[in-house]
């Protein structure tokens, strides 16, 4: 089959497409034919080696860990799905024809392979960090980078859970925030002031997407610490706010929770853009200037 791999840290030339054997669904795994694969951050990071003293990779390496496809072969124990089910999800080496699953969830029939593709590692994380967080019903929850992928999955739970929510991001997603259900506003000079205006009561919590380094302006709004979740600055601790990452962890709930919302019409991540398989590394690069409303998405013919 055709997957994307490199055998040397770098930029994105040195991802190649070439062929290597089809893998097989173990025990408790799917494989499926992909149709298209998320576009994911910590793709590009890896593939240069700023990851490398705590993820080290046995070269060549393949690349992509999120999914959207055709079941085509189950593993044991496995009983929730079969062959021709459609699904979304979360595996290793997605940049491929062919690809194994560890976590997955039904894709809704109102969403397409190429949105679907984007979903898992949002949903994870925007689920994560809220309930790290402590976000509940009646709260008012500010999304610091509100427009990505994260930041959008984040919004769209929190709204879902009954939270009030605040979105930060630049000027052009202002009304895109408002659509989701967030009260917007802009990065910059004058945050607090701003956020203070629409939230007069408080803010109970807060999450970090951005890193946009104002933890401690985070800390000043919601008045505690333990408050603050952020996924990308990791001076947070230094303030005595949380760091949350997502190595190893199941994305099953998170997908079902997706797919649930997703049914009902209440759950949406724009595709961006797409690419082809073979320009994974111009995906990548689009991913990595951090300027993309929605998701950048590889598609595989």
Not at 106 to 134: H, W
Not at 176 to 190: D, K, R
Not at 280 to 294: D, L, P, W
């Amino acid at each position: 089959m055709k997957a994307v791999r490199f055998t040397r840290y770098g930029g994105p030339e040195v991802l190649e497409l070439v062929d290597i054997d089809t893998p097989h669904a173990g025990p408790g795994q799917i494989r499926i034919a992909v149709r298209a694969a998320g576009v994911n951050g910590l793709e590009w990071k890896v593939r240069q080696g700023l990851l490398r003293e705590v993820r080290p990779l046995r070269l060549p390496a393949g690349v992509g860990g999120d999914a959207a496809g055709i079941v085509d072969e189950v593993g044991d124990g496995v009983t929730d799905v079969r062959a021709g089910d459609a699904v979304f999800g979360s595996g290793a080496e997605t940049y491929a024809e062919h690809a194994v699953l560890t976590s997955w969830a039904p894709k809704p029939d109102r969403v397409s392979f190429e949105e679907a593709a984007g979903f898992a590692t949002p949903l994870e994380t925007a689920l994560r960090v809220l309930d790290e967080a402590g976000v509940r019903s009646g709260h008012t929850v500010l999304v610091n980078g509100a427009s990505g992928g994260v930041g959008s999955a984040a919004v769209q739970f929190a709204v879902d859970r009954g939270a009030i929510v605040i979105g930060v991001a630049g000027p052009s997603n202002q009304d895109y925030l408002a659509s989701l259900g967030a009260a917007p506003t802009t990065y910059g000079p004058g945050l607090v002031a701003r956020i203070r205006a629409l939230a007069p009561a408080g803010v109970d919590a807060a999450v970090d997407i951005a890193g946009s380094g104002i933890i401690p302006e985070l800390i000043e709004l919601t008045g505690d610490p333990d408050r603050v979740v952020s996924i990308s600055d990791f001076s947070a601790p230094e303030h005595g706010a949380r760091v949350s990452t997502g190595f190893g962890r199941d994305k099953t709930r998170a997908l079902r929770e997706g797919a649930r919302l997703a049914t009902a019409g209440r759950f949406t991540l724009p595709v961006a853009r797409t690419f082809p398989l073979a320009q994974a590394g111009a995906a990548q690069a689009a991913n990595a200037t951090g300027h993309v409303r929605g998701r950048v998405i590889v598609t595989v013919p």
